[in-house]
């Protein structure tokens, strides 16, 4: 038990000081360094936590959190400024609105969903995570990433989960340069059979990004020919939440 409470505290101090270095927890519990490294690791591989892009000299939150307690979000202000603009499209399509934030180069996760009056609708479960290639949710995301992390998820070998998945990476690279020029990204059967969506990414100040925010439905009701205006109504969207402009 003692060393669950300590992971427990660890866990509650990188959400407070994040991002932080193993020295930093080292003087705040006054732990031997290897104790508080080791308990970062595991963590980590239980996908708690996990190193900065930026600096992965430190550690920050994983979405695992999210997923497992989405009620967390209520007072985060990604989820405050995502909410109304996601029932605002909500209505405006009348199809499921999905928020998804990324783990890494790992997986996106579901952290918020808007239902649509639909009988017959998709299901995502907040907490569910998904392959970033083969999803629009994902391919939004890696289409804003550096070149070199587009290239580090190719290394580590890209799953075929339909005909349509983008496994080839040159086929995914494409597909990238494409969601770039276009400002949203499209999956239809490629991940799952009968599901479609249109994603678009939600940028911080410095065009990282954040989330995505994909309208999502079966693939009974998706329309070639509506694809531009639901691409601009989710790249509209997805700006709204940080208030940029779309192609800012």
């Given at each position: 038990m003692k060393s669950v409470t300590r992971s427990l505290r660890i866990l509650e101090a990188v959400a407070q000081h994040q991002p932080v270095t193993v020295g930093e927890l080292t003087k705040l519990f006054g732990l031997p360094k290897s104790t508080v490294q080791r308990t970062l690791v595991t963590l980590a591989e239980a996908g708690w936590l996990r190193a900065n892009r930026k600096d992965t000299t430190r550690w920050e939150i994983g979405a695992r959190v999210l997923a497992v307690r989405p009620a967390a979000l209520q007072g985060s202000s990604l989820f405050a400024a995502a909410r109304e603009p996601m029932v605002r499209l909500r209505d405006t399509v009348n199809e499921t609105i999905h928020l998804s934030v990324p783990d890494a180069l790992q997986y996106m996760v579901v952290v918020d969903r808007v239902d649509c009056s639909h009988a017959v609708r998709t299901f995502h479960t907040v907490g569910d995570t998904s392959p970033l290639h083969a999803t629009a949710t994902g391919r939004a995301v890696l289409a804003q990433l550096p070149k070199q992390d587009v290239e580090e998820l190719i290394e580590q070998g890209l799953e075929r989960f339909s005909d349509t998945t983008?496994?080839?990476?040159?086929?995914?690279?494409?597909?990238?340069?494409?969601?770039?020029?276009?400002?949203?990204?499209?999956?239809?059967?490629?991940?799952?059979?009968?599901?479609?969506?249109?994603?678009?990414?939600?940028?911080?100040?410095?065009?990282?990004?954040?989330?995505?925010?994909?309208?999502?439905?079966?693939?009974?009701?998706y329309d070639e020919d509506r694809l531009p205006e639901w691409g601009r109504r989710v790249a509209d969207t997805a700006a709204e939440v940080t208030g940029r402009r779309p192609g800012a």
């Open positions: 983008p496994a080839d990476p040159d086929e995914l690279r494409t597909e990238l340069d494409r969601i770039r020029t276009d400002g949203y990204a499209v999956n239809r059967n490629q991940y799952r059979p009968g599901v479609c969506a249109i994603a678009a990414a939600v940028l911080d100040e410095d065009g990282c990004p954040l989330a995505t925010v994909a309208i999502s439905m079966p693939d009974s009701r």
